[in-house]
């Protein structure tokens, strides 16, 4: 059996992305869980998750490039013949340093403000704060642009399009990102006063009434 060196540095740049890709699955579902939960209690493990998982993207990025940059090493001796300057490479680089630019300015200081939040709430009804940083828009927008614009890099290293149609597909990409976040935010139950205490009937209008 003949194993060529660019075989497995493939393998490692795509299993790197796998993992970049579950851990992005990971954050989208605990968004999901942050802006729906009623109660603190409901979010806590999720929160200690996101917050473990989010230091680990720079180190997926990095690992990213110099993977990649050594798979354009070794590129120049195959009969494809590419390098940093051909087109859908050097736009796959630009794309995954705006998507660490956004995740560090954007989203590590917002996940890091919701934990915080979260952390310090007493078990009991989610507080108006923690509701407002787990439904930001920009939040939202940025975590799907990011994982979406990602895709759009995977696609163009698949398919290796000519020149400048490889900005193309990050860029749809990202623009669906946002509009799959807009609806998701749409779609969350909006907020009808206190959740009942877990194992305890909610009051119906009668026993308030009843109550008095």
């Known amino acids: 059996m003949h194993v060529e060196t660019a075989g497995v540095v493939l393998f490692l740049h795509i299993a790197v992305a796998i993992v970049a890709f579950a851990m992005a699955g990971v954050l989208h579902s605990a968004l999901q869980v942050f802006g729906r939960a009623r109660r603190v209690e409901e979010v806590r493990t999720w929160a200690a998750v996101a917050h473990r998982i989010e230091p680990l993207f ?45 995740g560090g300015a954007v989203l590590a200081p917002r996940g890091k403000k919701l934990n915080g939040l979260i952390a310090a709430a007493p078990d009991g009804e989610v507080t108006d704060e923690i509701r407002a940083a787990a439904r930001d828009p920009l939040f939202w927008d940025m975590a799907h642009l990011t994982t979406f ?31 799959l976040s807009r609806w998701q935010l749409r779609s969350l139950p909006a907020y009808d006063g206190p959740a009942a205490v877990p194992g305890q009937r909610a009051q119906s209008p009668a026993d308030t009434e009843a109550a008095r």
């Open 58 to 102: 720079p180190v997926m990025a990095l690992l990213l490039l110099g993977l990649g940059a050594w798979l354009v090493h070794l590129g120049k001796n195959t009969d494809d013949k590419f390098s940093f300057s051909t087109g859908w490479i050097l736009t796959a680089i630009v794309v995954l340093v705006v998507v660490e630019a956004i």
């Open 149 to 179: 614009g990602f895709l759009g890099v995977v696609f163009i290293m698949a398919a290796k399009p000519d020149g400048a149609w490889a900005v193309v597909f990050p860029v749809v990409g990202a623009v669906l990102g946002v509009v």
